[in-house]
Structure formats: C-alpha cells, structure tokens
C-alpha cells in the first residue's frame, strides 16, 4: 500500500510542516487511547480534485466526539473548510483525509475532562487499502477468533481510537495466518464486520447486510452502497448474518472509505461463489467508480469539489 506524505498537516487551525506535527509523549490520548477520528478520500475527476461525501463524515466526527464527551472547539463548517484547505495546500489530486481529534497533555489520570481537545487533518497519497491486485479479484479473508465489542462496552457507533485496538487484533490474527483482513463476530456470534470494514452477502439477488446492533460502525461507504443498490432495483436487507451465510454466500464484499468496495473470494478457504467478483459485486463497483471519477452524474451530491 504506496504512501505519500503531504508537506503540511493542519493542527488547531495552523499548518505546519509534516515533521514538526508532534504532541507531548504524556498526552492522554498516549496513555488512553482518548482518540476520535475518521478516514475520508479525495479522488481526482474529470472536474479536478473532489471529496467524498465530505459533509457525512465531518458529522460523524462530531457524534463521537459527543459520545465521548469531547467538545470540539471548532464548528462542523470549520473543519469542512480546513480538509478542503489541507488538501489544497497538499498539491496531491487525490488523497486520504484523516481529521481527528484527541485528549492532549493536562492530567495524566484516566479522567480526560481536565485534557485540552486537540484537532487535526492530516492527508497523504495511499493506494488501494487490501492491496493492488484487491479491487479487481478480490481477497481471501478468515473468520476471526476475537469477537467484536459487546453492547454497552464500547460505542461502536463512535469511530474511535480505543476501538481500534480491537481491531489491530483482528488484522493481526489474519496477517499471521495468511489472509488479508479478518470478520469478526459480534457478542452474539453473529457477522459483524472486518477490521475496518463493512460486509455485504449477496444471495439469490439479494443483499444483506449486518444492522447497527451488530457491534458494528455506521460506514458511510456502506450506506453509498445501500443508495446505489436502491438506484439499481436491488433489493437490501439489514439483519442477523449467520458465520455460514457467508460460506454459501453467492458473491460478499467490504466497503469503506479505504477498502471502497473490495470482492471476497474466499472465507476461511472456502470459495465464494465462482471465486472471482459477481456481477453484482461488478455492477455496484462500476456504478461507485463513475461517481468518483466524476465520468457519471453524482445524483446524490456526494462529490464535494476542493
């Protein structure tokens, strides 16, 4: 996965210099994991640079920054303008945006309340999140043996750092086995998601997804997906998945602003479907990439020019 670093990264409301962008080692977030954030792309169009439903993910920031009783001391319009200015002074055509937020240095307890809120955008050049060759035939994935977080644990609705060591566990487990992402369970043993990413089955035409009491992040990329399913006739369900629906699964994907839309071609060694992308998979594909090369109309307004 290329990575290309910006010049500047944007730190409570000034640039500065990629290398001087640096926190105290006490920060809270260090010891605490005290961290919202959120994962957001800039592709290149036909009309210059534009970001991907900009808006969505800039609120989502502010829910769970609210979750964890973290004020932000900016206006959603704010940190709107300031990924847009980011990303211009970049000079990259298309990029990944992370704007977050943390507890910096105050208290080294576990309260936070006595932290300062520090705010950042970073953005660099990455390339396709599970890899280069992901996108077009897909990829071998397990079933992880960590189970997402419980009910009332953690907010999974909350796209937050200290969720993300869950994660790292998942990731991990299958790196070390021989896949490239892992699905975890929920509390339950139902399908909840990947590491870092949303999951659609497909069966008999069908697409179902796991719903939001699955332990799972409201994906943003999930409900483009959901809107390109209704624009193309498709019907979409959101329930309970069982572990086995996804061996005898028709076609299964990820979506998310890193993966996108990226095919599954094996689950726990288990061929899915014919082991390539379905037609399903491809339709829904072709119809995200015309948005976000800007090559097709954008009816939902979810390009946002730079």
Known sequence: MAFTPSRRIWMNGSLVP??????????????????VFEGIRCYET????????????????FDSAKVYRMPLPYSTDAIVAACRE?????????CYIRPFAYRGFGDVGVNPLGCPVEVVIA??????????AALEEGVDVQV????????N????????????ANSQLIKMEALAN?????????SQGYVSEGSGENLFVVRGGRLVTPPMGASILPGITRASVISLAGDAGL???????????LYLADELFFTGTAAEITPIRSVDRIEIGSGEPGPITRKLVAAFRGILSGDAEDPHGWMEPV
Request: hydrophobic share 40%; proline share 4%.
């Open 235 to 245: 019907e979409v369900v959101e329930q309970r998945v069982p572990r086995e629906a």
């Open 46 to 61: 036909r009309r210059g640079p534009a970001v991907f439903r900009l808006r969505e993910h800039v609120r989502r920031l």
């Open 86 to 94: 980011t990303v211009r002074d970049s000079g990259l055509a298309s």
């Open 153 to 164: 644990t953690l907010p999974t609705l909350a796209k937050a750092g200290a969720n993300y």
């Open 123 to 132: 953005v660099w050049g990455w390339g396709a999140y599970l890899g280069a």
């Open 18 to 35: 990629w290398e001087e962008a640096r926190i105290h080692v006490l920060s809270h977030v260090v010891h605490y994991g005290s961290s």
């Open 144 to 151: 992880s043996s960590w189970t997402r977080l419980a009910p």
């Open 178 to 186: 021989g896949f490239a992402e892992g699905i975890a369970l929920d």
